[in-house]
């Protein structure tokens, strides 16, 4: 690493950091020739003019306790957590969004018809609106690979504030676009691509955020850094269904509805743009990244656009496809090839992203992503990937399907009515006045009256989840992130088949209300379990690793963990749709003792090969 003590100016505008020498922070004149800041420069919240450190090195304990290092780190910390709150937030938002847009055309079929789509109806058009959080969560997982190494090649001060810039364009679009009933599904689809850039976000801040801080809270930083900012998720869950619910002085869009999407579009572009100026006020870049031109800002940010460019292509290959075949027979013909067709889907998606950074990226971020590819040489690599997956998929990935869930499990009820000549059913009544009228004494399925509402608890989970993982991180600090992670993922995978066994016998019922509350304290324990595993994970590979490969590493296997982010909710509608979400829960149960299975050969047994990380 860079000390004030060991540095020449030779390792200014080295980038990879192949010479090994640094700066001479004694000569200031140096330094201020350089466009660097020293440590004590850039302490504090006064506005700066000057953004790079000259010298940073988180393990040096001189620097980090008495020379403001631990000041710098948290300040650009507590920068970090509402961009990627934002990135969160708009990158689930769809989920919101596109029920509201069934909502709608439910009441009123003439309303958000699609008529450049062919105007399609029944379960053609809910297949067609399901389009929208899907693109929205596979660009937002390929994003994430390009994110991986961004840090590395452009600093992580820019992508923090240009990601948050970025995000304000799917926000207006969404309030432009549903403002009109007529509008263009085709927009739509731009606007959900785009909005993945909230989700590839995450990969390249705490990519940023673990070179900031040593290793012995890697945890606590990194949790933070996650736990705080996904809580994007839960806002997005609470206020969004509160703002498109709200007129605002609007007119109904059909009698007696009170929905208005394009409302949801308002919601986070004023934090975006906060959050984006605090980012150029207040965030610092280390000496070794994005030394390009001189270290010019404006080559930096073009180097930025070019990756995200490149990533957005990435994801567009399996936007194509998912809505090539979305009508596909083929692809419907068994629970087993509709899983295979979203496996399939990104697959296409992550060969194709790989070959353009690796074919078509400039030279210079050519050799970057090069650099750090060494890290797929290394098994841990594979390992924590498979492990964090499960952490971030299930975290995620189940609050996105927890509203429809609870709307599935307990929407409806079972009754004894009676059924006339007419074939009019009934709720209640006498058996015996029903069978004098000529009717048939029946027991059918309305919708609950009794009914929680999906939205009403939806951001519970989510938050709870979201809270957890710093406290998952600082246990991961103080007794090893892989015995924490064991004990997490054996409660995690009980808790999951605890769940689908309720579900089973939930859907039975005649009154599934009365095991709302056990459903509720279940889905909490899995939130808390897979959130405190997302800090405990995070942890491992900030101490298997060196800050040179850390953060990809970090960056990495998020990517992979956000294509399963897109995977699980998939697999719960597949479920759902045949009436048997318990074989999800008992499916990821196993697969989460696999996880456990590797952490405890590779990590936690007496002979591990790297136990106690």
């Known amino acids: 690493m860079y000390t004030a003590d060991t540095m020449s100016s030779s390792a200014l505008f080295d980038p ?223 206020f969004v269904p509160l703002c498109i619910g709200t007129s605002f002085g609007n007119q109904p869009l059909a009698p007696g ?56 292509l990435g994801g567009a290959v399996g936007v194509l496809f998912l809505i090539a075949t979305r009508n596909s027979a083929f692809f419907y013909t068994s629970e087993a090839v509709q899983i295979a067709h979203k496996f399939l889907a990104v697959l296409l998606t992550c060969v194709a992203e790989h070959l353009i950074l690796w074919y078509v990226s400039p030279p210079i971020v050519r050799e970057g992503v090069r650099k750090q590819g060494e890290m797929f040489r290394d098994k841990h690599t594979w390992i924590m990937t498979f492990i964090y997956i499960m952490s971030f998929s299930c975290f995620i990935g189940y609050a996105a399907t927890f509203p429809k869930l609870i709307e599935f499990a307990y929407g409806k009820a079972r009754e004894w009515g009676c059924t006339d000549r007419q074939g009019v059913f009934t709720v209640g009544g006498a058996e015996d006045d029903c069978l004098d009228h000529g009717g048939t004494w029946t027991k059918e399925v309305i919708d609950n009256p009794d009914a929680p509402n999906p939205f009403s608890y939806a951001w519970i989970g989510a938050g709870v989840g979201s809270l957890i993982r710093p406290v998952g991180g600082m246990a991961a600090d103080a007794w090893g992130g892989a015995n924490c992670t064991m004990v997490l993922t054996l409660w995690l995978a009980a808790a999951s088949m605890w769940l689908g066994s309720l579900l089973k016998r939930t859907i039975t019922l005649d009154h599934p209300e ?9 889905s909490l324990n899995v939130f808390v379990s897979a959130g405190g595993i997302n800090g405990t994970s995070f942890r491992t590979i900030g101490v298997l690793y060196d800050t040179k490969l850390a953060g990809p590493v970090l960056g990495w296997s998020s990517a992979m963990g956000s294509y399963g982010a897109y995977i699980f909710p998939e697999l719960f509608d597949i479920a759902i749709e045949s009436n048997s979400p318990e074989k999800t829960f008992y499916g990821l149960a196993c697969y989460y003792l696999i996880c456990a299975g590797l952490n405890w050969w590779y990590y936690v047994r007496p002979q591990a090969e790297r136990r106690g990380v």
Request: aromatic share 12%; net charge negative; proline share 4%.
């Open 257 to 312: 509805l009170e929905v208005w999407p394009n409302h949801a579009g308002w919601v986070w572009w004023p934090v975006a743009l906060l959050a984006a100026i605090g980012t150029y006020m207040w965030m610092s870049d280390l000496p070794e990244h994005g030394n390009h031109k001189g270290n010019n800002e404006l080559w930096n940010t073009i180097y930025f656009y070019c990756l995200h460019a490149q990533g957005l």
């Open 514 to 522: 009365d095991t709302f509350a056990l459903f509720v304290f279940l």
């Open 16 to 238: 990879l950091n192949t010479s090994g020498t640094g700066i001479d922070e004694s000569n200031n004149k140096d330094v201020e020739r350089s466009g660097l800041a020293s440590i004590e420069e850039s302490a504090g919240w006064h506005r700066k003019v000057k953004s790079k450190l000259a010298s940073w090195d988180p393990e040096n304990e001189e620097q980090w306790e008495n020379g403001h290092g631990g000041h710098i780190a948290t300040r650009n910390l507590l920068m970090s957590i509402p961009n990627i709150s934002v990135g969160f937030g708009v990158w689930v938002i769809w989920t919101i969004v596109s029920k509201s847009i069934l909502e709608v055309h439910t009441a009123d079929p003439t309303l958000y018809a699609f008529e450049d789509w062919g105007s399609p109806q029944g379960d053609e058009y809910k297949r067609l609106v399901s389009l929208l959080p899907s693109v929205a969560g596979l660009s937002g997982a390929t994003l994430r690979v390009c994110n991986t190494f961004m840090t590395h090649i452009v600093g992580g001060r820019i992508p923090n504030g240009q990601n948050s810039i970025l995000l304000m364009v799917p926000t207006i679009m969404i309030a432009w676009a549903l403002n009109s009933t007529d509008t263009s599904f085709s927009v739509l689809l731009v606007a959900a691509w785009f909005t993945g850039v909230g989700g590839g976000a995450f990969s390249s801040s705490n990519n940023n955020i673990s070179t900031l801080f040593p290793k012995s809270q890697q945890g606590y930083a990194l949790g933070f850094n996650a736990g705080i900012g996904n809580f994007g998720v839960s806002l997005t869950q609470l």
